[in-house]
Nanobody, 122 residues
Framework: QVQLVESGGGSVQPGGSLRLSCVAS????????VGWFRQAPGKEREGVSC????????YYGDSVKGRFTISRDNAKNTVYLQMNSLKPEDTAVYYC???????????????WGQGTQVTVSS
């Protein structure tokens, strides 16, 4: 049974940092592309970042480029999202995602966890 469990969300002031973690169980993470998407109330789902299985190439949404960094630790079956210089518009529920490849609307297909809330506010 595929299970993805996110942690690390919380409340932070603008300019602050958070590190999200996602622990996978029931399968071997290194065989899949993994990533993060987010969804804020009343807004469309947005692909934040994705890292491929084949060569660890990465994708970042335009709104987070230069501020967020995705990484994976296959030995720990864990994927991380380091978020720096956070802005109020980053406020959303962040979901860990698992799929086959980081292409197109990758975040709409695959499996994901329950999500973790990130709130950026002064």
């Amino acid at each position: 049974q595929v299970q993805l469990v996110e942690s690390g969300g919380g409340s932070v002031q603008p300019g602050g940092s958070l590190r999200l973690s996602c622990v996978a169980s029931g399968f071997t993470l290194d065989s899949y592309a993994v990533g993060w998407f987010r969804q804020a109330p009343g807004k469309e789902r947005e692909g934040v970042s994705c890292i491929s299985a084949s060569d660890d190439s990465t994708y970042y949404g335009d709104s987070v480029k230069g501020r967020f960094t995705i990484s994976r630790d296959n030995a720990k079956n864990t994927v991380y999202l380091q978020m720096n210089s956070l802005k109020p518009e980053d406020t959303a529920v962040y979901y860990c995602w698992l799929g086959s490849r980081c292409r197109g609307s990758w975040y709409r297909f695959g499996s994901w966890g329950q999500g973790t809330q990130v709130t950026v506010s002064s």
